[in-house]
Nanobody
Framework: QVQLVESGGGLVQPGGSLRLSCATS????????MGWYRQAPGKQRDLVAT???????HYEDSVKGRFTISRDNAKNTVYLQMSSLKPEDTAVYYC????????WGQGTQVTVSS
C-alpha cells in the first residue's frame, strides 16, 4: 500500500520560509515522478512544482525563484523549500507521486499571514 505523508506546514509571516516534506512508503521512489500541488479555499487544486525520476524540475510561474523542489532517493522523501512567502501562497499543499498510477497525500496547511 502506497502512503504519502506530508509535514512541515504551518503559519508564517509574509517574507518567511517553510520547508515541506513528503515521506513515502510502498513505492519504488527512485522510479517515481513526484510533485507538489496546492488548493486554496474555493479554488481548484493547482500544480506548484514537479521533479522527475532523473531530477528535472518544473515550476508554476508564480513560484519560480522562490520555491525549490528536491528529492532524496535514499530517504524516499521529496521536499519543497518555500521562501519569500506571500499571502497568496496560503493553501493546503499536497504531495503527489506517479509511477504509472497516481497517488496523493492528505495535505498540509500553509498559512501566510501577519
Amino acid at each position: 500500500q502506497v502512503q504519502l505523508v506530508e509535514s512541515g506546514g504551518g503559519l508564517v509571516q509574509p517574507g518567511g520560509s517553510l520547508r515541506l516534506s513528503c515521506a513515502t512508503s510502498g513505492l519504488i521512489f527512485s522510479l517515481a515522478a513526484m510533485g507538489w500541488y496546492r488548493q486554496a479555499p474555493g479554488k481548484q487544486r493547482d500544480l506548484v512544482a514537479t521533479i522527475t525520476r532523473y531530477g528535472s524540475t518544473h515550476y508554476e510561474d508564480s513560484v519560480k525563484g522562490r520555491f525549490t523542489i528536491s528529492r532524496d532517493n535514499a530517504k524516499n522523501t521529496v521536499y519543497l523549500q518555500m521562501s519569500s512567502l506571500k499571502p497568496e501562497d496560503t493553501a493546503v499543499y499536497y504531495c503527489y507521486a506517479r509511477d504509472g498510477r497516481n497517488y496523493w497525500g492528505q495535505g498540509t496547511q500553509v498559512t501566510v499571514s501577519s
